[in-house]
């Protein structure tokens, strides 16, 4: 019987790229550059390249990358400054979620779990004014890295692998991860071109799937 649902923040709750793009804006303009448009691609395609050469996450490791591969010099005060702009942008999908996510916490313990920093996804949940419906907010500090079996197995917490289901964008990092410790898992997929069967559009599928599939 399903118990608790484990979702992804990252392109499934909220529209990362949009928040990152405007965070970014927000601090180039903040130091005068006027190029800020250039800039800022370029640094969204660096944190990306970053977390596909799986690196560790620490701030130090990630500001020594930025500086490898960046035209400017970061200190961790820049970084720092850089992802506290980046807290205050919360863009849900769509308006929608906060209707599902209130309904579902009637009915079942909800958390998070992503690949980035606590203190940044609490900030832009509760921007987006849905953390109130999650009982934990799962990071880099607290639960280690998706897809590592670790991060998803600390996600369940005091519950059974079996009575948790795992809500996500990604086929690696969420669904992948899911599976490999038994978890039932759910895909979002708004293209519908991913092959994977247990998938939906939206969060606003999510309670019809779960009554369909008598989880």
Not at 63 to 70: G, P
Not at 88 to 101: F, Q, V, Y
Not at 192 to 213: A, H, P, V, W
Request: one cysteine or more.
């Amino acid at each position: 019987m399903l118990k608790k649902i484990i979702f992804d923040v990252d392109q499934t709750l909220l529209n990362t790229e949009k928040d990152c793009y405007d965070a970014y804006i927000d601090y180039f303009k903040s130091k005068g550059i006027t190029n800020y448009k250039e800039y800022t691609l370029k640094l969204y395609e660096i944190i990306d390249r970053y977390d596909e050469e799986k690196r560790d996450y620490s701030k130090e490791d990630l500001v020594e990358y930025l500086n490898i591969h960046f035209d400017i010099n970061f200190t961790k005060e820049d970084f720092n400054s850089i992802f506290k702009t980046y807290q205050s942008h919360g863009t849900l999908l769509n308006d929608s979620i906060k209707d599902t996510l209130k309904n579902l916490s009637k009915n079942y313990e909800l958390v998070t779990l992503s690949k980035w920093y606590v203190e940044d996804q609490e900030k832009r949940l509760e921007k987006a004014g849905i953390l109130k419906y999650f009982k934990k907010v799962y990071g880099i500090e607290n639960a280690g890295l998706k897809p590592e079996k670790k991060a998803f197995i600390t996600a369940c917490g005091d519950y059974k692998i079996e009575e948790c289901l795992m809500v996500g964008d990604s086929m690696k990092s969420d669904i992948g991860g899911a599976r490999q410790i038994g978890m039932k898992a759910v895909l979002i997929d708004p293209t519908g071109k991913k092959k994977y069967k247990n998938k939906i559009k939206s969060i606003n599928e999510l309670e019809d799937f779960i009554k369909r599939r008598n989880y």
